[in-house]
């Protein structure tokens, strides 16, 4: 059984289609990466899985089920712009949000529900600053939270908006390292990104879309000049450049 189904998916802002009978599927235990121009509907896509957008038509599925029957397996990580930063909460309150369907909005959270935060916060270096208003994290600290909240959610499903975006080398090599582990351990997690040089590093299968889909399935299959060309216009020769070096590197000639 596939972990994520979409079906002639289409999504409309004001009479504009954004998504256009986007149709495709992921199977479990995957990274698959994300990518598209600039207003492709990427981060559409991921709203209309978690329901914060209402699609005119198509649906989407979690394991053959609804997401009301699957909402507390799929962990969502927003873009970081998205959030207020200035809402008076510290960082180990913003983790241990990912526990609330243990223990209930009104209710109060569990020493084993600390304890999954404080080693969430470990995992992604982040320890020292649990006690430390957001406001006050600097960016590549706020995406880094929002992970570790995701990860103490324990979800079957990750769906995350560009959680690279402001993140420095090391901390980018420690989050993808999590997630692969997440990966071996039979998660599925679907990654908005933009930096095709590092996809055939980071993930094994790959989805290309611009408002409809262009391809989707194992990154070897996927990342060529021609897809490539198809999802980015114009941008052709850049890509073409981009697939070279990739294939280079791989082949130790870089």
Same mark, same amino acid.
């Not at 999954?116 to 208003?133: K, T, V, Y």
């Not at 399935?217 to 070096?245: M, V, W, Y």
């Given at each position: 059984?596939?972990?994520?189904?979409?079906?002639?998916?289409?999504?409309?802002?004001?009479?504009?289609?954004?998504?256009?009978?986007?149709?495709?599927?992921?199977?479990?235990?995957?990274?698959?990466?994300?990518? *598209?121009?600039?207003?492709?509907?990427?981060?559409?896509?991921?709203?209309?899985?978690?329901?914060?957008?209402?699609?005119?038509?198509?649906?989407?599925?979690?394991?053959?089920?609804?997401?009301?029957?699957?909402?507390?397996?799929?962990?969502?990580?927003?873009?970081?712009?998205?959030?207020?930063?200035?809402?008076?909460?510290?960082?180990?309150?913003?983790?241990?949000? *990912?526990?609330?369907?243990?223990? *209930?909005?009104?209710?109060?959270?569990?020493?084993?529900?600390?304890?999954?935060?404080?080693?969430?916060?470990?995992?992604?270096?982040?320890?020292?600053?649990?006690?430390?208003?957001?406001?006050?994290?600097?960016? *590549?600290?706020?995406?880094?939270?929002?992970?570790?909240?995701?990860?103490?959610?324990?979800?079957?499903?990750?769906?995350?908006?560009?959680?690279?975006?402001?993140?420095?080398?090391?901390?980018?090599?420690?989050?993808?390292?999590?997630?692969?582990?997440?990966?071996?351990?039979?998660?599925?997690?679907?990654?908005?990104?933009?930096?095709?040089?590092?996809?055939?590093?980071?993930?094994?299968?790959?989805?290309?879309?611009?408002?409809?889909?262009?391809?989707?399935?194992?990154?070897?299959?996927?990342?060529?000049?021609?897809?490539?060309?198809?999802?980015?216009?114009?941008?052709?020769?850049?890509?073409?450049?981009?697939?070279?070096?990739?294939?280079?590197?791989?082949?130790?000639?870089?």
């Amino acid at each position: 059984m596939n972990s994520i189904e979409v079906e002639g998916l289409t999504v409309h802002y004001d009479k504009r289609s954004i998504l256009w009978d986007l149709s495709f599927s992921l199977p479990s235990g995957i990274i698959c990466g994300v990518a *598209g121009p600039n207003g492709a509907g990427k981060s559409t896509l991921l709203k209309a899985a978690v329901g914060l957008v209402k699609p005119q038509a198509g649906r989407i599925t979690f394991k053959g089920q609804p997401l009301n029957k699957m909402r507390q397996q799929i962990a969502y990580i927003p873009q970081r712009e998205s959030i207020d930063w200035d809402f008076p909460i510290t960082a180990s309150d913003v983790v241990l949000m *990912g526990r609330y369907n243990r223990f *209930g909005f009104w209710g109060r959270p569990r020493k084993a529900d600390q304890d999954a935060a404080a080693c969430a916060l470990e995992q992604l270096g982040m320890s020292a600053f649990a006690d430390r208003q957001i406001s006050q994290l600097s960016g *590549g600290q706020q995406q880094r939270l929002f992970i570790a909240r995701a990860l103490v959610q324990q979800p079957d499903i990750f769906l995350m908006d560009e959680p690279f975006n402001g993140v420095d080398l090391a901390t980018e090599k420690s989050i993808i390292e999590i997630l692969w582990r997440l990966k071996n351990e039979g998660k599925t997690i679907l990654i908005v990104f933009h930096d095709l040089l590092n996809a055939e590093k980071y993930f094994d299968h790959l989805l290309l879309m611009n408002r409809r889909l262009i391809a989707c399935g194992p990154i070897d299959q996927i990342f060529n000049s021609k897809n490539l060309a198809q999802t980015f216009g114009k941008r052709q020769c850049l890509f073409e450049d981009a697939t070279s070096l990739s294939a280079k590197t791989r082949f130790g000639m870089k």
